[in-house]
């Protein structure tokens, strides 16, 4: 399954966005997608995951609280809301098919294991 992330742009601090994974493939609807970002200068890390029913979400403790993943099967998209910015959110923020029990277990690893494979990330700056 390939897939686009969208949605990024300029926000003030305490604001909102939501980003948008678009996908594409007969196998979408079955695909765990988990959200990753890279901020400027530091290893790109995993933000959140969910199932490919919807029904399980994971997210790391950067992100519980703050953003909301969720999920249109019908429409092959996958979003992450995201509320109460901070600075420390500025990123590219990606997103790609992944298994959310791997993701739960090492995220780092599955970073590890999508090398090569990213597709485009989405900027998002939090700056007043």
């Known amino acids: 399954v390939q897939l686009q992330a969208s949605g990024g742009g300029l926000v003030q601090p305490g604001g909102s966005l939501r980003l948008s994974c678009e996908g594409s493939?007969?196998?979408?609807?079955?695909?765990?997608i988990g959200w990753f970002r890279q901020a400027p200068g530091k290893e790109r890390e995993g933000v959140s995951c969910?199932?490919?029913?919807?029904?399980?979400?994971l997210y790391k403790p950067s992100a519980k609280g703050r953003f909301t993943m969720s999920r249109d099967n019908t429409k092959k998209r996958v979003f992450l809301q995201m509320d109460s910015l901070k600075p420390e959110d500025t990123a590219v923020y990606y997103c790609?098919?992944?298994?959310?029990?791997?993701?739960?277990?090492?995220?780092?690893?599955?970073?590890?294991?999508?090398?090569?494979?990213w597709g485009q990330g989405t900027l998002v700056t939090v700056s007043s």
């Open positions: 969910i199932s490919n029913t919807g029904q399980s979400l």
């Open positions: 493939g007969s196998t979408f609807d079955g695909t765990d």
């Open positions: 790609a098919p992944v298994d959310c029990a791997r993701f739960a277990m090492d995220s780092n690893r599955v970073v590890a294991a999508l090398a090569g494979s």
